[in-house]
């Protein structure tokens, strides 16, 4: 592999860690407290809203059945609307982020409904109000289960990026298509998969310890 | 039916000047079409042990939790120390709560915090400052016997070692309430006498008053005063509990009573027959003073060879003897059962002729 290669080998693996990393991050921000909202409005829940919850479920599972490939163009207008261009790797950061949301939302859900209920009558009944039972309760009873699933979603957002290569967001997908498929470069095409293996075992390494260090159960 | 216990009072508290720490009229609760509880009055005095036991599904978990707001009634009063909280929003519950200490069947400590930060968290859900909520938490894990598992998390404590840790935690806000759902059901028998005892201890040292809940008869013996006994949601049985061991009047209350009572050996009831036998089988139910006098050896001695002992034995539960014996009288000569009967009833024992034997041996 030349330089020139290698170069343009770095330069893809840090688009797709750029694009992975930051549109993992806005789904976490804003996927977790959906999730919350989710299990909160839930039937039973210490806020139950079946009107609330069943919009937000709505919303969630529209964005989740729409392919992402043509939620990528769909959201170009808003994209160029926030980024100011549909094109490259800030560009594919918005699309990436508003499938991933819902995506993790759903993820983070699964884990805080599996709170023990018997968790949360016991912070009743010591006085807690809401507030307290999502702090001392159903965030660091189910922190293991959000981190495990941020894991998943950021392996997920990996794979997804490749696709954002479509409207020239550059990243190791984008690398593997242009040169090693269009140009038969099997040199390349091996060198981008053997990245993507390590990266992902990395990512899921990282966040198997992280799981291990959080779980007292 | 005479009644054993009222002939006999020695030592049973009294409590009528006492302060009530909770008073229940004509609770109900409805789940659907079923009634959960189904008018349930009772006073629970400061210092005090009720022991409320019951079938699965009798309604004493929601009754305990009415107690603290966790349900609430459909109609009736429930008051707290003497204020009323039905009909309280969650917010105003708050502070009531942390009046009332609860520990659970489950435990339900919290996997994520040490042990010194459950038995803290009361605290710091009332606004007490880290240093001192956690000398609070300390002082408490002294008192449960865990002061070297500060720094523990729950997963690593035995199932004794966890409910230690949920009573430390339910005393930390200095509740004036204890409530116990099912707190020893979880554990072994060991393990169950060592949570009672420390139980009682606390309720003696600091008077805390509690209400516990369960299905063992063995644990409202060995720490209530006094029994509820709750069947489809309503109370069907209430007492000092050495009356109602002595003297259970309910058919589910002797049915929950009979592990914990001699009965009648199997093979004998098999064979009993209610017309006639060689003895007539009886049953002898004593308590407090009666059950302290000489009964057999006077009955020996005014009418010589009038029976013989089958099975039976003197428990002694809050300090008061409750006996329950079974004998066989002869048939030989007609008249002995009804002496022994007038003699034992006398003596302010409750005689119940259970049938007639023959035996063959």
Redesign the interface.
């Known amino acids: 592999m030349t330089p020139i290669m290698f170069n343009l080998l770095l330069r893809s693996l840090w688009e797709t860690i750029l694009m992975t990393g930051a549109s993992g991050l806005i789904s976490l921000v804003f996927g977790l407290p959906l999730g919350l909202a989710l299990v909160l409005t839930n039937k039973g829940g210490i806020a139950e809203n079946a009107w609330i919850n069943g919009i937000l479920g709505a919303i969630i599972n529209g964005f989740r059945s729409v392919p992402f490939i043509i939620l990528l163009v769909a959201l170009i207008p808003l994209t160029r609307l926030i980024v100011g261009t549909a094109l490259g790797t800030f560009a594919a950061i918005v699309p990436l982020a508003i499938a991933a949301t819902p995506y993790y939302a759903r993820i983070a859900e699964v884990s805080l409904r599996e709170v023990?209920r018997?968790?949360i009558?016991?912070?009743?009944?010591?006085?807690?109000?809401r507030w307290?039972i999502i702090r001392?309760?159903l965030v660091?009873?189910a922190?293991p289960g959000i981190v495990a699933g941020f894991t998943v979603t950021l392996v997920t957002l990996i794979g997804a990026s490749a696709m954002a290569g479509a409207i020239g967001a550059g990243g190791l997908g984008d690398l593997a298509i242009r040169y090693g498929y269009q140009r038969f470069e099997t040199a390349v095409m091996v060198a981008v998969v053997v990245v993507l293996i390590v990266l992902v075992c990395g990512i899921q390494w990282l966040g198997d310890r992280l799981v291990a260090t959080?779980d007292?159960? | 039916m005479n009644s054993i216990v009222s002939a006999s009072l020695v030592g049973a508290k009294s409590e009528a000047a006492s302060k009530e720490v909770v008073r229940l009229v004509d609770v109900h609760r409805h789940f659907g079409a079923t009634a959960a509880l189904d008018g349930i009055s009772l006073t629970v005095h400061k210092g005090e042990i009720l022991g409320i036991i019951g079938r699965s599904g009798a309604g004493k978990s929601t009754l305990i939790r009415c107690l603290?707001g966790?349900e609430r009634p459909d109609s009736g009063e429930i008051e707290i120390e003497g204020g009323s909280i039905v009909g309280l929003d969650?917010?105003d519950?708050?502070?009531?709560?942390?009046r009332?200490?609860?520990i659970?069947q489950?435990f339900?400590?919290?996997?994520?915090?040490t042990v010194e930060e459950n038995v803290a968290?009361?605290l710091?859900?009332?606004g007490v400052g880290k240093a001192e909520r956690l000398k609070r938490a300390h002082e408490l894990l002294d008192l449960v016997g865990l002061a070297g598992k500060a720094q523990a998390?729950?997963?690593s404590l035995s199932g004794g070692q966890k409910q230690r840790v949920g009573i430390a935690?339910a005393l930390a806000?200095r509740p004036a309430l204890l409530?116990s759902d099912e707190a020893t059901s979880a554990l072994d028998p060991e393990t169950t006498r060592q949570i009672l005892t420390l139980l009682k201890d606390i309720n003696r040292k600091l008077d805390l008053t509690i209400v516990l809940i369960t299905h063992e008869m063995e644990v409202v013996r060995s720490i209530a005063d006094r029994v509820a006994v709750i069947d489809a949601g309503r109370i069907v049985e209430e007492g000092q509990v050495w009356s109602v061991f002595a003297d259970p009047k309910a058919q589910i209350t002797q049915s929950l009573l009979s592990g914990s009572r001699p009965q009648l050996p199997e093979h004998i009831a098999a064979r009993l027959s209610q017309t006639s036998g060689d003895d007539a089988i009886l049953s002898i139910d004593m308590a407090g003073t009666a059950a302290q006098g000489a009964v057999f050896a006077d009955l020996f001695e005014a009418l010589p060879q009038s029976f013989r002992l089958i099975h039976g034995g003197i428990d002694h539960i809050q300090n008061q003897p409750v006996a329950r014996f079974f004998i066989a009288v002869p048939m030989r000569e007609p008249a002995l059962k009804d002496k022994v009967v007038q003699f034992l009833t006398a003596r302010c024992a409750r005689v119940e002729v259970l049938g007639y034997d023959t035996d063959h041996v």
Request: net charge positive; glycine share 8%.
């Open positions: 023990d018997g968790l009558d016991a912070v009743r009944a010591m006085g807690g109000n307290t001392e309760v660091p009873e922190l959080l007292h159960k | 603290n966790l969650e917010k519950l708050q502070p009531l709560r942390r009332v200490g609860m659970f489950h339900n400590l919290l996997s994520s915090k968290l009361p710091k859900i009332a998390y729950p997963s935690r806000a409530l």
